[in-house]
């Protein structure tokens, strides 16, 4: 009798360096105990012996497999407890697993993002894999909202992208202090001064539902077409494997069918946002 691999048995990891971004949110360097690829946009479920399991969408270059970056923002009981975590904890991993971006059909393309908050790490993800195949594309401009100057990750990241040719970030915050010298509002403001060449171009956005929506509303307002408009969504997930029906999106699974759709694939099923 040939022995059934067990799907749910998680592989594991060594955290080696925790970044402290924000207040509320910190990255974590992991180590596998195997090589580890995985595609722009997937996901991962992450396992806290003792604790929980939770999705997280890894933040960093797919074309790294000794190592990999989740980015947590503390939202509840599990992520609280992994805030506490230092150097050498282990934990458990599942996955990669779902849709991510199709990267292959921005060939050419200029890419507007639109992204807030935590929001940010499957971006930074897209973001490098974007840099890595930069001859092939026209422009990337990164729109990024955070509540505070003190709330905006990667900070690192937007003096690397800016100092890089066919790459242009704008930031806003909510509410600004004095050192401030960037936009201040909610982060659809910032698509008021994009420039973008609509006849080719696409549009990905990833934040708060709130934003998403709004977001999303707008990029159809300037004229982007449904199809060319990518989401990253978020549903309460469990088994990550299109088994259990806890991540519906109407009659899409998020975890496999997901959780990268277009705005067009999903703009008919109830409660998107
Ligand atoms: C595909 C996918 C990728 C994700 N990637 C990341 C990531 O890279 N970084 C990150 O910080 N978070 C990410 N999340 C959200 C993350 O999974 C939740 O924040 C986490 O499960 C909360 O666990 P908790 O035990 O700390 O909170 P809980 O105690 O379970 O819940 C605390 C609060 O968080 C809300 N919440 C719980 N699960 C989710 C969820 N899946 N989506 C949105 N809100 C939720 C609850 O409604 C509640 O209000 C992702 C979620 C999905 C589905
Ligand atoms: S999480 Fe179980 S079906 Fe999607």
């Given at each position: ?5 067990n799907i749910?048995?998680p ?12 207040p ?8 596998p ?12 479920e ?11 969408t890894?933040s960093s270059s797919p074309?790294?497999t ?11 009981y599990m ?7 230092q150097?050498?904890a ?11 971006y199709?990267v292959?059909?921005?060939?050419d393309?200029e ?6 908050g935590c929001?940010l790490a499957?971006i ?8 890595d195949?930069k001859d092939k ?7 990024y909202?955070?509540k ?6 990667y ?11 066919k790459?242009?970030t ?6 600004a202090?004095?050192y401030?010298?960037?936009h201040v509002?909610?982060a ?6 994009v ?10 956005v990833?934040?708060?539902p ?7 509303m ?6 982007f077409?449904?199809h ?7 549903k309460?997930m469990?088994?990550?494997l ?5 991540c519906?999106l ?14 067009d694939e999903?703009k ?6």
């Amino acid at each position: 009798m040939t022995k059934t691999a067990n799907i749910y048995k998680p592989f594991k990891v060594t955290l080696e360096k925790v970044i402290e971004e924000s207040p509320l949110i910190k990255t974590f360097v992991f180590v596998p105990e195997k090589e580890f690829r995985f595609q722009t946009g997937e996901f991962i479920e992450l396992t806290l012996d003792g604790i929980g399991e939770a999705p997280f969408t890894p933040s960093s270059s797919p074309l790294v497999t000794d190592r990999f970056d989740v980015t947590v923002m503390k939202a509840g009981y599990m992520t609280e407890k992994m805030h506490r975590l230092q150097p050498g904890a282990i934990l458990g991993v599942r996955g990669p697993y779902g849709r991510g971006y199709p990267v292959e059909q921005f060939i050419d393309k200029e890419i507007l993002i639109l992204s807030g908050g935590c929001g940010l790490a499957p971006i930074r993800s897209l973001l490098y894999t974007l840099i890595d195949m930069k001859d092939k594309l026209r422009k990337v401009t990164l729109c990024y909202g955070s509540k505070t100057p003190e709330d905006c990750v990667y900070k690192p990241l937007f003096s690397q992208l800016d100092s890089m040719d066919k790459f242009e970030t704008l930031r806003t915050v909510d509410y600004a202090d004095k050192y401030w010298e960037e936009h201040v509002g909610v982060a659809t403001v910032l698509l008021d001064h994009v420039k973008v060449d609509l006849s080719n171009a696409v549009a990905v956005v990833c934040g708060p539902p709130v934003m998403m929506k709004f977001g999303t509303m707008k990029l159809l307002e300037m004229g982007f077409p449904e199809h060319l408009i990518y989401l990253s969504m978020e549903k309460n997930m469990s088994c990550g494997l299109g088994k259990c029906g806890h991540c519906m999106l109407g009659k899409y699974f998020v975890c496999r069918d997901g959780p990268v759709f277009t705005y067009d694939e999903i703009k008919d099923q109830p409660d998107i946002w």
